[in-house]
């Protein structure tokens, strides 16, 4: 199974052409196309290649909208100091389904 290893937001992900993935926030309209042109690596199933091969290569994702990760909730805990605190946020991600990926 063909996949790539492409790099944005400071992560890498691994996806195959079709595949449904959240990244980190982007800004971009839904419905457009966004390019990723930090290919790190690409496989067929038997090749691999990258590196210098894969220069001026992309992955295509296409954007299918802007949401909200789950909740993530922190408690802060000091004992015997009466100290406690609760602090959370929801991260901002966009959520992408891959068109192409080099072959």
Known sequence: M???IFKT???QYRVSQGEVLDVEKLAV???STQSF???LLVSDGVNVKGGADLAGTS???EVLGQVKGDKVVA???RRRKGYHR???HR???TRLKITSIPA
């Open 9 to 11: 937001g400071g992560k």
């Open 91 to 93: 991260r901002q991600l």
């Open 86 to 88: 609760t602090v959370g």
């Open 29 to 31: 309209e839904v419905g």
């Open 59 to 61: 992955v295509q994702a």
């Open 2 to 4: 063909a996949y790539a």
């Open 37 to 39: 042109p930090e290919v």
């Open 75 to 77: 408690y802060k805990y």
